[in-house]
């Protein structure tokens, strides 16, 4: 993944030093940068792993899902440079964020308050330049016309989604919203849609997955990314700054309602327990929160017993998922891996829970087995057939990269050899995109009804 994306990064910041060399210098170059300095490129993997789970693994769709996978990494650089903007934060992943970095570059020279504003409109556009590049990367990718339509369909929805979870965090903030449900659509908008279910939806369409082993994926994909939302939100209050590179408690600086805040608040007025909302009246959108009145935000999220409710569904949501995800029929050689990248998405599973359980169906192959090394697979002389795959007589070469070694996995778990080659899931005609509206966000936060399975 890491060498498809330079390679495309370098095309691209060639084409803008044509274009102008100080905007290709002060823009173009920070965008590369940021993307390739990356995070741990989870959305990615779990389009990679999608693709390659459901009998995925040809030259063509691996070519793509190494594009698409650059594409989602480019996207996340938008969603991070203006979320930062936004969120006026001043740190991403323990460096300078980019609006802060480039009206530094010209701070010397006018006024603090004017290198600001400056280095945030820069930032708007850096944004904007990689959500292009993201676009261009997939619009240049061959694949069949009916898989084509599907893709570009789902990446639609995957950056309309994207933008819609950001809003409603801004209009929760302006509006003082403090409701619970708001704050989970925003959390599904966001995290269980755009980083967990849309890259496996992705994956799926690339393999040429059938509906209902897209549907099912979507809705394991769905539990594990609100598990994951919620155990950020936690992270955000009570994690160290040296653990995320940014300040504890931004959510809360920043007004956000989250569901620990909202389901705390809720908590705090069904008790009567005033005490309790006037710390969080007073905390929330508190520019200048000191680590004191954190602490007090802290013990007011312990004392309602929203952080014990949020971590416990947190742990169950997981358990659902990978319970439903056991349940689908899937090749070994990305089953394995998939089921590990999404545990660590959530954050881990509750004691016992990571284990695949006993009795799965016996049309759902078992994983990489205990013990075999989680490394990447050599590469493959360039035109040889991916995993057992009959190699096409005349592969689509149209925007791929140069050479096969760029087909590897993109860095995460992978599966070993002993499973076997792939075995190619087809359905008659490419699967229509699944709807994001069954699960709402709501229901998988209160219905108790897998409960007591997990």
């Known amino acids: 993944m890491s060498r498809v994306l ?16 100080v905007f290709a210098d002060d823009l173009a170059l920070r965008v590369a940068h940021f993307t390739q300095r990356g995070g741990k490129r989870v959305r990615s993997q779990l389009l990679w792993w999608a693709m390659r789970a459901c009998g995925g693994g040809d030259d063509t769709s691996a070519v793509a899902a190494l594009r698409l996978g650059a594409a989602v990494e480019l996207l996340q650089t938008c969603a991070l440079v203006q979320d930062d903007v936004m969120d006026r934060s001043p740190r991403r992943r323990g460096r300078p964020a980019l609006h802060a970095d480039i009206g530094a570059q010209y701070g010397a020279a006018v006024a603090p308050d004017r290198a600001g504003r400056f280095g945030e409109a820069a930032a708007v556009l850096a944004g904007d330049l990689a959500l292009a590049w993201a676009d261009d990367l997939v619009a240049g990718t061959a694949l069949p016309a009916g898989t084509g339509h599907l893709v570009r369909r789902l990446w639609g929805d995957l950056r309309t989604e994207m933008v819609a979870g950001q809003y ?6 302006i509006t003082g919203s403090r409701s ?3 704050a989970l659509r925003s959390a599904c908008l966001k995290s269980a849609l755009y980083s967990v279910e849309r890259p496996l939806a992705l ?55 989250t569901c620990l805040t909202a389901l705390a608040r809720a908590r705090a007025e069904a008790a009567g327990d005033r005490l309790a909302l006037t710390v969080l ?29 949020v971590e416990a569904k947190a742990g169950r949501l ?14 070994p050689a990305g089953a394995g891996p998939l089921r590990e990248l999404l545990v660590a998405a959530a954050g881990g599973t509750p004691a016992g829970s990571a284990a695949r359980p006993e009795g ?9 087995p205990e013990g075999t090394p989680a490394t990447p697979p050599a590469a493959r002389a360039q035109g040889s057939p991916a995993n057992g795959a009959t190699a096409d007589p005349h592969p689509s070469t149209a925007n791929a990269p140069a050479g096969r070694p760029h087909a590897s ?12 080659p792939a075995t190619r899931v087809t359905a008659p005609a490419p699967a229509p995109a699944p709807a994001p509206q069954h699960d709402t966000p709501l229901s998988l936060f209160a219905s108790h009804s897998e409960d007591s399975r997990a």
């Open 6 to 21: 330079d390679q495309e990064l370098a095309e691209r910041l060639e084409r803008s030093r044509a274009v102008d060399p």
């Open 318 to 331: 997981v358990a659902q998922g990978l319970r439903r995800f056991d349940a689908v029929p899937l090749d």
């Open 203 to 257: 994956g799926a369409a690339l393999a040429g997955a059938d509906g209902a082993t897209t549907g099912a994926l979507c809705s394991a994909g769905r539990r594990i990314g609100m598990a994951f939302q919620l155990r950020d939100d936690v992270g955000d209050v009570f994690s160290d700054d040296e653990g995320t590179g940014r300040p504890a408690g931004g959510d809360i600086r920043e007004g956000k309602s």
């Open 180 to 182: 619970l449900s708001r």
């Open 409 to 420: 996995p993109p860095g995460g778990p992978t599966a070993s050899p002993a499973t076997g």
């Open 281 to 309: 009246d007073r905390a929330l959108g508190k520019h200048d929160l000191s680590p004191a009145d954190l602490e007090e935000v802290r013990d007011i999220l312990r004392r309602t017993g929203a952080l014990a409710t």
């Open 168 to 173: 409603l965090d801004l209009q929760g903030q």
């Open 360 to 368: 799965t169906p016996a049309n759902r192959p078992a994983g990489r």
